[in-house]
């Protein structure tokens, strides 16, 4: 089976302390510089450590192309006083029906509930208009997994991945949330 990836354009949504809005050049150098922070790139699976020269234009240029699999949003809070990126989050598209959603915050930012008021913004506008919402943690980062049980998500088993900042295969807790 194959992924539909005729994209509409992405929207923003509006959660109490920020705006969920489509990554643009101009998010460039407060992403790499969250993104290239160690404690960030060693949570996720995905951004490497060291940060190499043009991955982050790379990577939003990805985001912005019309056949991309992948919809990253800005937890941008400068309407209300806060920086323009917290963080950023994300949901790719797996299968028909089926997505798996990814967030990190940048460290200034942390246990602050920022990445749950973005998770349950994103759940409720259920972009992608899925039935099944798929999210993985690795195992030494409690803090991300209760962001998931906050939101509604269930535990569905163990797993592993590779991290490209870790250079090792980390295990993971995968949950799911279905909607409505």
Known sequence: MSLDTSNVPQVRYDTD??????????????????????????????????????AIEAYITRSLADDRTEDVWVMDGSHTGLAEVLGLISLTRL??????ISYWVA???????????ALDGIVAANPQNVQTLFGSVFQ???ASARVLTHCGFQ??????????????????????????
């Open 140 to 142: 030494d980062n409690p």
């Open 95 to 100: 299968d028909e029906k089926q997505s798996e």
């Open 17 to 54: 302390r920020m705006i969920l809005r489509p990554l643009r050049m101009s998010d460039l150098g407060l992403v790499e510089m969250y993104a290239s922070d160690q404690r960030v790139a060693r949570m996720t699976s995905s951004i490497p450590h060291p940060l190499p020269p043009g």
């Open 107 to 117: 460290p200034a930012f942390w246990n602050t509930g920022f990445a749950s008021e």
């Open 155 to 180: 535990y569905l088993g163990d797993a592993e991945v590779y991290s490209v900042a870790r250079e090792t295969t980390v295990p993971t807790w995968t949950y799911l949330r279905k909607l409505d």
